[in-house]
Nanobody, 125 residues
Framework: QVQLVESGGGLVQTGDSLRLSCSASGRTFSSYTMAWFRRAPGKEREFAAGISWMGGSTKYGDSVKGRFTISRDNAKNTVYLQMNSLKPEDTAVYYC??????????????????WGQGTQVTVST
């Protein structure tokens, strides 16, 4: 069982940066693929970024590529999402997710084992 707790959301202006954190419980954090998803009002859940078990591989959604960076610190059981050049369309609830499958697999299937409660990010014009 893994519990995920997101933090770092807030209200920022266009062009600002924000870093989200997701802290995980348990001793096997390094065995989980981690990812960030987001859901904007009235829209479907969208994959933002994912990172492999040891951090050697990352994947990004097209809408955030080049602006967002996912990273992880397995010693701290934490995954981060650095968001730069934020736009109003980045406004969403951001969710952390964990899976015991490879990054390439979960990127294709979208099947994650654990989810956090989400943190709100609002980007004003």
């Amino acid at each position: 069982q893994v519990q995920l707790v997101e933090s770092g959301g807030g209200l920022v202006q266009t062009g600002d940066s924000l870093r989200l954190s997701c802290s995980a419980s348990g001793r096997t954090f390094s065995s989980y693929t981690m990812a960030w998803f987001r859901r904007a009002p009235g829209k479907e859940r969208e994959f933002a970024a994912g990172i492999s078990w040891m951090g050697g591989s990352t994947k990004y959604g097209d809408s955030v590529k080049g602006r967002f960076t996912i990273s992880r610190d397995n010693a701290k059981n934490t995954v981060y999402l650095q968001m730069n050049s934020l736009k109003p369309e980045d406004t969403a609830v951001y969710y952390c997710a964990a899976a015991q499958a490879a990054l390439t697999t979960v990127r294709a299937t979208g099947r994650f084992d654990y989810w956090g409660q989400g943190t709100q990010v609002t980007v004003s014009t």
